[in-house]
């Protein structure tokens, strides 16, 4: 999300409030669990926050923003980033009032405890995101960190008292004086107050990431009644849907291989299920960046009837994951891990949804004789996300405009009488509007270019008949 100054200023004040008392433990799972997917400042950010909390209490003083940026040394729109990003997974809940005419705002930081070792290697999402930033070896050395040797307990047998065995109840003339009004009102908490508590951080997905009509709409009743279909169990579809890029289709299937006969569905088995879908589908351990879809809540064509062929290629670039346009380039063939890594670089490093890096790659590909130049790659995810581009649509207008500045600097360029051969690049349709209707020199004939168009074209094409 785009910083500005309407979301918070310098001035704005703060609190911070906890939900409970971090332990040792809790620290050294948000060092070194929680840390690799945060990054460093999201982190110093949790950590400043919760130094100024006082030892067991659950409420700061209220300071400025100004103090924030000071003692972090950065700037309030990197504060206001990594801010997000604590709320994303989890760790922050943020809340806000404006305090008078003047329009004051204050806002209260609820710090939130991070998951426990076991909640956290067993979440689904979480400790797959680990494993891709860590890798196999050092995920390994987490895990054995965060556990220990169970011991077979089978054998002994529990000598444990009960409260009844050690302690004798209150005669119950002592009872109601024990009880009184005075007594009462000293077993009762004060009013206005809240006791000291813990409640682990949870993150959370919204519905439209998954398109939970289309999966209800081909889901038989029969098979999985949709009483089977409960709170948990949608919530761990949704996470592993936008884990692995598995569609309504795909998931109908999934789930209904691991119904039981009681017509339960076991969160574990389903989460191997579609462990195991991915692997058979994409021959890997892990989903990667180049293989996610544009998500459903960024696609402006979801429920949009195509009505020509522009519009038709923006659904398509919405529907299919970087590394399948790049086979649909290529007749199904895999693509070059050069290329790949690429992707996943500048999806990682630019925060490029799949949708707009597939834009970018038709839009490079078509104008570099279907190379991915890296230096051309980096220069224009860059620039598109500094100008935060999220959408497919977005992607293909600013597209158009760069190029439609292009060819106005090159029939500038050729008006002013340059001696030197113009090089016009070969543009897609919706890139070649009422712009390029003026004379250009050419490397390649008009035949040899319409013909390429419609060769790339067909290929995109014959993956969807």
Known sequence: M???WKELIAVDRYIVHANGVLSELDRKVLTLLYQPLIGAQAYSLYMTLWSELEQTRLWSEETTHHSLMAIMQC????IYAERLKLEGIGLLNTYMKRTNAD???VFIYELRLPL???QFFTDGVLNVFLYDRVGKTKFQKLKKFFSDRAIDRTSFVPVTRSFHDVFSSIQ???MIHKLGDEAKQE???QDGHQYIGKEQAMYTMQDDIFDFDAFYAGLSHHLVPRRAITAKVKDAIKKLAFLYGIGPLDMQKIV?????????IDIESLRKAAQEWYQFERGEALPRLYDRVQPLAERTMAHVEPKNEEEYLMKQLETVSPRQLLMDFSGGAEPALADLQLIEEMMFKQKLPPGVMNVLIYYVMLRTDMKLPKKYVEKIASSWARKKVRTVKQAMELAKKEAREYETFMKEKEEKGSKKPIRTEMLPDWLQTDYSQFERKQMRSEEELEQKRRELEERLKKPKS
Do not use: A, G, H
């Open 75 to 78: 700037s309030l729109p990197t």
């Open 116 to 118: 426990t070792p076991e």
């Open 2 to 4: 785009e910083y500005s």
């Open 256 to 264: 209904m291989s691991v119904i039981d006969p009681s017509e339960q």
């Open 172 to 174: 119950p003339e002592k």
């Open 103 to 105: 329009d004051e705002r």
């Open 187 to 189: 077993v009762t908490l």
